[in-house]
């Protein structure tokens, strides 16, 4: 098909697309206008009947803990696809790139590049660690502060020293995380059907509302999550770490 | 006023990642659209998904899209020498 052709069928495409998305807009409630029943209720019943101040983590990690088991094991399936298709093969020999063998470094980490980015380790893995913990109480909660957790080591590669790296987060202990995490949460509904007679429901004390410990099992769950996923992100970094700085020779 | 600001800041943001050629320029415009991004979850009231946002455009996403085109200029690379050692 020639450029014009193209043309006329991207315009009539293009008319259609606009004409249908401004009257679906058109019909959209306004910003802040929620009219649904089952956001009222939780918000009704978050603090109450689950003394946790975050709802959202209420949500994730309790009312509809179930869902949350299945997102879980999402990512522990797409990181072990990625582990499995990067992985060394049989006819493969893997060995650091030559002029980089001992440190790799960045062409133009400087000194006070390096400085920045040992001073930022610290820092993330004490921030991602406060929103794994206060999950139930702060906005954040397994999901972010695992993330967060995960980037600290990756401050080593930014500072240039890859193989540090692997020193900080070892392989066997970041999938070690990793795994601990999923079967930990997925033990945590398992407590539920056996402590309480329904698979993810709550059997532990609910405490005091905004206490560190309360909102029964969020914490527990929070911190399951928080550790799987900081250990799926640095399995999966280091799987594309290894693929980029160290070759892959036949032989 | 602040929703107005972080909408067009955003609507530019996607806009600039479009038109961006060199996919290593782009993974820079992309962490910043990122930012952009993460305001405007924060200043809709869902802090909980600003954070998330936060780390993953700005450190996650980079770090693997930027590793793929080391990888792809490696092999280009030993691709033109290979050509090189035949002729």
Redesign the interface.
């Known amino acids: 098909m020639n450029r014009t052709g193209r043309l006329i069928m991207f315009g009539i495409s293009a008319v259609a697309l606009a004409a249908v998305l401004v009257k679906g807009f058109a019909g959209l409630p306004h910003f802040g206008d929620y009219t649904g029943v089952y956001g009222t209720v939780i918000n009704g019943i978050g603090v109450t009947e689950r003394h946790a101040t975050d709802l959202v983590t209420a949500l994730n990690f309790d009312l509809r803990a179930f869902d949350t088991l299945g997102e879980e094991f999402i990512l522990f399936a797409s990181i072990l696809g990625v582990v499995l298709i990067l992985r060394e093969l049989r006819e493969e020999r893997e060995h650091p790139h030559q002029e980089e063998a001992e440190e790799h470094s960045f062409a133009g980490a400087s000194a006070a590049w390096r400085a920045l980015a040992l001073g930022l380790i610290p820092a993330m893995i004490v921030l991602g660690g406060y929103i794994v913990l206060h999950g139930a109480l702060t906005p954040g909660g397994g999901f972010q502060g695992g993330v967060i957790l995960a980037a600290g080591p990756l401050a080593v590669f930014l500072a240039g020293r890859y193989l540090r790296m692997k020193v900080v987060a070892p392989q066997p202990l970041v999938e070690a995380g990793e795994s601990i995490g999923a079967l930990g949460y997925a033990l945590i509904g398992l407590g539920g059907l056996i402590f309480a007679g329904v698979f993810f429901k709550n059997f532990l004390p609910l405490g005091t509302p905004g206490h560190l410990l309360s909102a029964g099992q969020m914490p527990l769950a929070s911190i399951a999550v928080g550790l799987e996923v900081s250990g799926a992100f640095l399995v999966g970094w280091t799987e594309f770490l290894d693929q980029a700085m160290v070759i892959k020779e036949q032989g | 006023m602040l929703?107005i600001a972080a909408l067009t800041v955003v609507a530019l943001g996607g806009l600039a990642v479009v038109l961006t050629g060199d996919p290593l320029r782009q993974t820079m415009v992309l962490g910043i659209y990122g930012l952009g991004l993460t305001m405007l979850f924060f200043v809709?009231q869902a802090?909980?998904v600003a954070?998330?946002e936060i780390?993953?455009s700005t450190?996650?996403l980079p770090?693997?899209i930027l590793?793929?085109l080391?990888?792809v200029r490696?092999q280009q690379r030993e691709q033109a020498r290979g050509k090189e050692d035949d002729g």
């Open positions: 929703q809709f802090p909980d954070l998330s780390v993953i450190v996650g770090v693997m590793l793929t080391r990888k490696q």
